[in-house]
């Protein structure tokens, strides 16, 4: 079974690595939506993979890492695209609920990096 539960957070960054042209040298901001999906088996009882709740209780720490934030000061987050966000989130995330399958960041409506762990 695969269930998914997402979240959002505001946050400022900029690109270090693109060239000075580039309109992402520039600091600028993003409302981040964050999806993360976890396979796993359904507990016969509780009728969950795993409690939504649970879950959320372990995204918190992350979140308020991350939410009104300039992404560039957070520790391992000196280049913040949103590749490195989903590795980010994804390591956190995987020490507390090794169920995670995937980490989801889009950093705009239409754009999204996603990371298995691979
Ligand atoms: N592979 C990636 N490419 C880009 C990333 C990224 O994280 N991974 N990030 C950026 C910038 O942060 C940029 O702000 C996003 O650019 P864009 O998708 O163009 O978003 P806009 O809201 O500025 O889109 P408009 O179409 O210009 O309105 C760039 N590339």
């Known amino acids: 079974m695969r269930i998914s539960q997402a979240f959002r957070f505001e946050a400022a960054h900029c690109l270090p690595n693109v060239p000075a042209t580039h309109k992402c040298s520039r600091i600028h901001g993003h409302s981040y939506r964050i999806e993360v999906q976890l396979d796993g088996p359904v507990d016969p009882v509780t009728g969950f993979v795993i409690d939504f709740s649970d879950l959320e209780e372990s995204l918190v720490e992350i979140v308020n890492a991350l939410d009104h934030r300039y992404l560039n000061e957070v520790e391992g987050l000196y280049n913040p695209t949103a590749e490195n966000i ?18 989801r ?3 705009t409506s239409d754009a999204w990096a996603e990371y298995d762990g691979r």
């Open 86 to 103: 989903a590795v980010w989130i994804w390591e956190r995330l995987h020490r507390k609920v090794p169920q995670i399958s995937c980490v």
């Open 105 to 107: 960041v889009y950093e």
